[in-house]
């Protein structure tokens, strides 16, 4: 998975408790990307960094937010989980922008009760 | 409307039997078209990018766009038990940070 690790694997959590995930890569890439997969919607994006403190909304981020205090880690933080956040989350890199190839992490499975 | 539409499937092909996987989308700005892979319970990888109009071929895959119609499809030759997989199609703008996934087809060859 091109040197791209996420934790937890999987998570149990409850509705209301907040939740972060991490997103940790040893490439050097200067994007990170934070998706959900769903059945029926494919994969959507939730937020992205293109630097190191420079992040932005996807098109599913309400709920959710992101920090990147270091090149190499990317966090998602569920602010207050609801059962609609019970997805797959998958972080991504990439070396630019423009068409370029998206690296995914092995996901994190999440269920909120 | 999604922008990006794709047959869920499943697809069930026997072994050495040709695949033809397709998509279909509205924004006719898009220009960079991948195709990734997904192994069960795996994150995707990029099996083809196409950027523009046309064919591109990599081993047993080929990939087509046709902006006209906004539709492009990925063909496997060939097919093995090992290509079975759920297959996405992906597309964006150029430029920006946005890209659409279709759904996925989930593809199983038949040894």
């Known amino acids: 998975d091109a040197g791209i690790t996420q934790s937890p694997r999987h998570k149990v959590t409850e509705t209301g408790t907040p939740v972060t995930l991490r997103c940790h890569q040893t490439e050097n890439h200067r994007y990170m990307y934070w998706y959900r997969q769903d059945p029926g919607h494919g994969l959507r994006l939730i937020h992205y960094?293109?630097?190191?403190?420079?992040?932005d909304k996807g098109e599913v981020s309400d709920g959710y937010s992101v920090s990147r205090s270091k090149t190499e880690d990317f966090l998602l933080t569920l602010e207050s989980a609801t059962s609609s956040q019970t997805s797959v989350y998958f972080c991504a890199i990439s070396e630019r922008d423009g068409g370029e190839t998206q690296y995914f992490g092995p996901g994190t499975r999440l269920l909120v009760l | 409307q999604k922008e990006v539409e794709q047959d869920p499937g499943p697809l069930s092909v026997p072994e050495g039997a040709i695949v033809s996987l397709n998509c279909t989308y509205s924004n006719s700005a898009f220009q960079y078209f991948m195709w990734y892979r997904q192994y069960s319970r795996k994150g995707p990888e990029l099996l083809m990018y196409?950027?523009?109009?046309g064919n591109k071929e990599d081993g047993r895959f080929t990939a087509q766009v046709d902006k006209s119609s906004k539709y492009i499809s990925l063909f496997i030759r060939d097919s093995q038990p090992s290509d079975s997989a759920t297959y996405l199609c992906a597309m964006k703008r150029g430029g920006g940070f946005k890209t659409i996934f279709g759904a996925g087809t989930r593809l199983f060859v038949k040894a």
């Open positions: 196409t950027y523009s109009s």
């Open positions: 960094s293109y630097g190191v403190k420079d992040t």
